[in-house]
């Protein structure tokens, strides 16, 4: 199971790509509050990607689910430093043995001193197109649309998706 975060859900919306989810080998779900926050917050702030995520809901892309209060939940709750969106999405894929899909650095720090696994949106694009799922000039221009829309990536990151995209390409 694959549990979005905000921010792939908002850059993959914001450049017209969460088609790429339907291509993905698991069930891929959105904690209630990460919907409550790129759909309804993003609907009332009028961005136009938080109708693009309520259409990807509403067409079963992706399943909406509720967060379950465990021990787990309490102590990352009590993280300052973590969002009520974060922590749904620790706690959702702790609680299915899934991979919380999240670029934010902190959340995957305390993921993986919590065990839990991650993977980034740059993860899920490069696997599509190692898969042959996408083709890697679509991956490549996937990610510098998002880059253009202000997904941030930094440069050493940015050198190392455009050199596995080239190897896939080989």
Sequence with gaps: MWVFDATPLIYLAKVDRLDLVDALDQQCVVPELVCEEVVEDGLDEGYPDARRIEHAVEN????????????????????????????????????????????????????????????????????????????VSEARSTIDAMVEKGWYCSPSVYTKIVQKLDSIDD
Excluded: P
């Excluded at 009520?84 to 999405?89: E, I």
């Excluded at 919380?100 to 001193?113: I, K, L, N, S, T």
């Design 60 to 135: 079963g892309l992706l399943e909406v689910i509720d967060v379950q209060q465990t021990e787990l939940f309490d102590r990352l709750r009590a993280n300052e430093n973590l969002s009520d969106a974060d922590v749904a999405v620790l706690i959702c894929a702790a609680a299915h043995d899934g991979v919380a899909v999240m670029d934010e650095a902190y959340g995957r720090d305390v993921a993986d001193v919590e065990g839990i696994t991650t993977r980034g949106t740059a993860y899920l694009v490069l696997s599509l197109a190692k898969s042959g799922a996408i083709d």
